[in-house]
């Protein structure tokens, strides 16, 4: 099985992502881009009826990793997941305040809540008030959510524009690609 029929998104599957890198058609993929992240992420959390602050930033750190093992080309994160954090806070956006006075939302946001299912450090998850608090120790989750789904636009249209950022593009998808064809480890159980 190579995998060429496995859907990367509802409208693109491996076999058709190829066809489009290999025209260069940079347009499409910055919409199979943001496809790929709303469908799988933002849409999903947005639809519930039980929306829930921490699932939206459980959501959101899997989201900031993986979008920047794409900026980096990056096959994986393994053994990186706090450079990731780093170096993704360490880009123009809006949510570049959330790497301010080092690793605390690396520490007490990311693995806080998706290793113990709670935020640490006194912080509080919302669904309202502004993005950060620093004095009260609050994230608007819903709001982190909305600056996120813009910085996916961004990349997408970086994507499309900048040949560096497609380079390091491809690279990550040849290891997504890979991922879908039937791999020789084998299951233990």
Known sequence: ?????????????????????????????????????????????????SKHGFTIMAICCLVIEALESFYQGRADT?????????????????????????????????????????????????RRGSLL?????????TRFLQELRKAVAAYAQQVEKDDACWKKFQEKMKAVCANCSRSKRVIKR
């Open 78 to 126: 393994r053994h990186a997941s706090k450079q990731m954090f780093r170096d993704f806070f360490g880009r123009v956006t809006p949510l570049k305040l959330f790497g301010y006075d080092g690793d605390w939302f690396y520490q007490d946001i990311r693995c806080g809540i998706l290793h113990q299912a709670e935020a640490r450090g006194g912080w509080r998850v919302r």
């Open 1 to 49: 099985m190579n995998g060429n029929d496995t859907k990367l998104s509802k409208s693109v599957t491996v076999a058709r992502y190829q066809t489009l890198a290999l025209a260069g058609n940079r347009k499409e993929i910055a919409r199979f881009i943001q496809e790929r992240f709303e469908e799988r992420y933002f849409r999903p959390v947005e639809d519930s009826c």
């Open 133 to 141: 608090d620093t004095n009260t120790r609050t994230i608007n989750a």
